[in-house]
C-alpha cells in the first residue's frame, strides 16, 4: 500500500519475528511473580480502578478494560494518561498506567501524571519497559517488559492487563 517505507516496514516485520520470545518473557516467573504480589497487596483494599494509556497504549487500555470487568466484576474507567477527565481521582482508585512503547518524551510526561495520580492518594501501577526507571518514586509498583517497538509494547501491555486481571480476581476471590 506504501504507506510505509521500506526500512520501516522491516523493522515491524523484524519484531513481529520477536514477538513470542518478548511474551514469553513477560508470561515468565519474573514478571507473573511481580504481577501476582502487587495485585495481592492492593487490589482487595481498592474499591475503584481505572486503566490509561496515551497513543496506541490507549487501545491497550480499553481491551484491558474489557479483561478486568469480565474477570473483577467491576466497573472501570479508561482514559487518556494525560487526560483523566473519565477518572475521579477523589476516589483514590488503583490505576493500572500503561507506558511501555512510549516515545521519551511521552514517558517524561507520563511520569508527571504519575506522580499527579499519587498526590491524589491513588495507587498507579506502571506497565513501562524495563529500561525506563523514572516511574519508581512515584508509582505505588511498576511491573517491567522488554523493551520492544512501539507496536509490539501495545501487546506486551495487553499480556500484562490480562496477567493483572487474573491475579487480581484470584487476590479478591
Not at 15 to 43: C, F, H
Not at 109 to 119: C, H, N
Not at 136 to 158: E, R
Request: proline share 3%; net charge negative.
Amino acid at each position: 500500500m506504501g504507506v510505509l517505507a521500506e526500512e520501516e516496514l522491516y523493522r515491524e516485520l523484524e519484531e513481529l519475528s520477536r514477538l513470542p520470545a518478548l511474551m514469553r518473557n513477560v508470561l515468565g516467573e519474573e514478571t507473573q511473580t511481580r504481577v501476582r504480589e502487587l495485585a495481592r497487596k492492593y487490589a482487595p483494599s481498592q474499591r475503584d480502578w481505572a486503566v490509561v494509556g496515551s497513543g496506541v497504549t490507549r487501545a491497550a487500555a480499553d481491551e484491558i478494560r474489557i479483561k478486568l470487568a469480565e474477570l473483577c466484576y467491576k466497573s472501570i474507567a479508561t482514559d487518556q494518561i494525560e487526560d483523566k477527565k473519565h477518572i475521579d481521582l477523589s476516589s483514590e482508585p488503583l490505576t493500572l498506567v500503561l507506558t511501555a512503547g512510549l516515545s521519551q518524551v511521552a514517558l517524561r510526561d507520563a511520569v508527571k501524571e504519575v506522580a499527579i495520580f499519587r498526590s491524589h492518594k491513588s495507587v498507579p501501577i506502571v506497565v513501562c519497559s524495563e529500561d525506563f526507571e523514572a516511574f519508581g518514586p512515584y508509582a505505588a509498583g511498576v511491573i517491567s517488559v522488554p523493551k520492544a517497538s512501539q507496536c509490539a509494547s501495545v501487546l506486551l501491555n495487553v499480556v500484562v492487563g490480562h496477567l493483572w486481571g487474573y491475579f487480581c480476581a484470584l487476590a479478591i476471590d
